[in-house]
């Protein structure tokens, strides 16, 4: 079974509005982590924002918020006021239990184009 | 956020030769480091985990003979790829935990060298 699911392949979005990207996740492990990462066309990976299956509020980084859900399993990447520069890869990943240094499991990623 | 370099960032090499690809941590002692692949508009695969001082641990279905992974210091560790061939051509991406762990242990990658196998 997938652990990781990002149903959207592509997006589109105009320039200054708000996206959501889609990410669910599978596992019967109460403590867990959810990543979200930025991957432009030159390969690198960019860390955006990090919520931990026991924090009690939705984390965000600037224009980036992870909308956490966890009855439905869901950790959707809300980006406000869309940039240019936002057209990129995104992945969603998890890394299952307590101990750090576990690796983390990718979803299949999201390609967003940002409209101007 | 910790820094972690890759080198070299691009590399084209021949059929049947080895390629060599550098993970270094630069501000910070790397006891475990990662190494992910990945395909055109594919996600990133864990390929094996790399621990100072002794053998890396491969995931299922990677070639530990092909992908010979070396981490000889707390700031470096190498991914060789052995005779290579065209089905090898990739981008591969390493991570590097903190020591001082937490949430964000090994949230950092290099850029990433993508390989080209003619």
């Known amino acids: 079974a997938q652990k990781i699911t990002q149903t959207q392949p592509g997006m589109f979005v105009q320039e200054k509005e708000a996206v959501t990207l889609d990410c669910t996740y599978d596992t019967s492990d109460p403590s867990y982590g959810l990543f979200w990462y930025k991957q432009p066309s030159s390969g690198e990976m960019i860390f955006l924002i990090y919520q931990g299956s026991y924090d009690q509020q939705n984390a965000t980084e600037g224009r980036y918020s992870l909308n956490f859900q966890k009855a439905r399993k869901s950790a959707n990447l809300v ?4 940039q240019l ?6 992945f969603c990943a998890m890394r ?3 101990e750090y240094g576990n690796k983390l499991v990718f979803g299949a990623g999201t390609i967003l184009r ?3 | 956020g ?3 370099s890759q080198h070299p960032s691009r590399v084209i090499c021949k059929s049947g030769t080895s390629v060599k690809i550098e993970c270094r941590s630069l501000d910070f002692q790397a006891t475990t480091m990662f190494w992910y692949r990945q395909f055109p508009k594919q996600s990133l695969m864990l390929m094996a985990t790399s621990n100072e001082g002794s053998k890396a641990t491969y995931e299922q279905g990677v070639e530990k003979d092909k992908f010979l992974i070396n981490h000889a210091s707390l700031t470096l560790s190498t991914l060789t790829v052995t005779s290579a061939h065209p089905e090898d051509s990739s981008f591969y991406i390493c ?3 903190t020591p001082q762990g937490g949430v964000l242990a090994e949230a950092f990658f290099g850029q990433g060298t993508r390989l080209t196998v003619v």
Do not use: C, L, P, W
Request: proline share 0%; aromatic share 4%; no cysteine.
């Open chain 1, 85 to 90: 520069g936002d057209s990129a890869m995104y």
């Open chain 2, 2 to 4: 910790a820094v972690v």
């Open chain 1, 79 to 82: 980006i406000s006021a869309s």
């Open chain 1, 114 to 116: 940002v409209k101007s």
């Open chain 2, 95 to 97: 991570s590097a935990k």
């Open chain 1, 96 to 98: 299952e239990g307590r």
